[in-house]
């Protein structure tokens, strides 16, 4: 492989990097193993060593053509994954949904077999409707990754999060990560649930019993993963190493979940007087895109704790891990 000088320096790696990667697609956490997760892990701390050097560009995708597909509003998400695919040398093709025939009323599949016609070898696609990544993967040869399906899953957001977790703190482990907000509508959690207890995280949920999913949160718990709600935010910030505050999704409200911002933001934004009564060496995450003086105030968003520059900057990594896992090694690759 021409990527890695090292692996994780520092670090025996566990799961080679350069290891085959036997999926095809990556559409959620949910069936990854702990194993699989790790290896993604490596390998992107093999890639931040690459985003490290002066010239940030290796030959290892050179021929390969990646399609990004956003029929829903995306700045980081889509910025990474098009920087991932330029560093490892592919080609990159993107399409929004004003410029895709999927505007003009051509099915999604159709789009996406013309795309598979082009040559494209991996979709990255983002989807208002839950499963339609999983429908894509089924019905043609593409490999297909889910930058985010409706309400359901955002698996590299959260393979970043791990990712940015253990580069700071050195484990996941028997962490404990309280997240904040709007469970309810947050693809992020339901990956980041599934991912933060495979690999061995407590994780506790918080937020407005309106935007708490108690059916789907019985199903994480008849699959055996160590998920607790703690309705009072009080309570929860001291038990946490990590807390990971949402953004309110307002285009996925219709109205009545809650009273108002100002109201939210009094029970459940993440502030320097909440922060007070946390563990000291307590740290902040954000998917983003936030929304400052709502669910984060604005000093903590940019404060010390604040980890919402560094998960970004690993989304480039973990973005190039999976292209690279998928593309260049994965199975019948
Ligand atoms: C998230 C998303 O789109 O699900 N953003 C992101 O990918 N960084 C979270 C959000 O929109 O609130």
């Given amino acids: 492989m021409t990527i890695a000088r090292s692996p994780e320096r520092g670090k025996a790696a566990a799961v ?25 892990l490596t390998t ?19 021929g390969r053509t990646i399609v990004t597909l956003f029929l829903e509003p995306s700045t980081r998400t889509r910025a990474s994954f098009e920087q991932a695919g330029k560093v490892l040398s592919a080609d990159v093709i993107n399409l929004s949904g004003s410029e895709s025939s999927v505007k003009k009323g051509e099915s999604l599949v159709d789009t996406a077999k ?66 904040v907000g709007d469970i309810l509508h947050s693809r992020v959690a ?52 990590v807390i990971m505050t949402l953004r309110l999704q307002k285009e996925r409200m219709d109205s009545g979940f809650l009273p108002s911002m100002r109201e939210y933001a009094a029970l ?33 968003a940019h404060g010390p704790r604040s980890l919402v520059e560094t998960q970004v900057t690993n989304g480039v990594a973990v973005r190039m891990a999976i292209l690279y896992l998928l593309a260049a090694t994965g199975e019948d690759a």
């Fill in 16 to 40: 080679a990097p350069w290891q085959e990667f036997h999926r095809r697609h990556v559409l959620d956490l949910d069936d990854f193993s702990s194993e699989e997760i790790e290896q993604v």
């Fill in 44 to 62: 992107a701390g093999a890639m931040s060593e690459v985003l490290g050097r002066r010239i940030r560009k290796v030959p290892t995708l050179r």
């Fill in 114 to 179: 013309t795309l598979e016609a082009l040559g494209a070898d991996v979709l990255v696609m983002r989807h208002p409707m839950s499963g339609a990544p999983n429908l894509v993967a089924r019905a043609t040869g593409l490999r297909v990754v889910n930058a985010g399906d409706g309400w359901h899953a955002h698996p590299t957001q959260a393979l970043l999060d791990l990712f940015t977790i253990r580069q700071r703190l050195g484990r996941v482990d028997r962490l404990t990560v309280l997240i």
């Fill in 190 to 241: 339901r990956s980041n649930i599934w991912g933060l207890t495979k690999l061995g995280a407590r994780v506790v949920l918080c937020g407005p019993p309106t935007l708490m999913p108690s059916q789907a949160l019985a199903a994480f718990a008849a699959a055996g993963q160590r998920l607790s709600i703690e309705p009072d935010l009080e309570h929860a910030i001291p038990q946490a190493d």
């Fill in 268 to 300: 459940y934004q993440i502030n320097d007087q909440r922060l007070a009564r946390a563990k000291p060496a307590a740290l902040v995450m954000h998917p983003g895109p936030m929304n400052a003086g709502v669910e984060i105030s604005h000093e903590v």
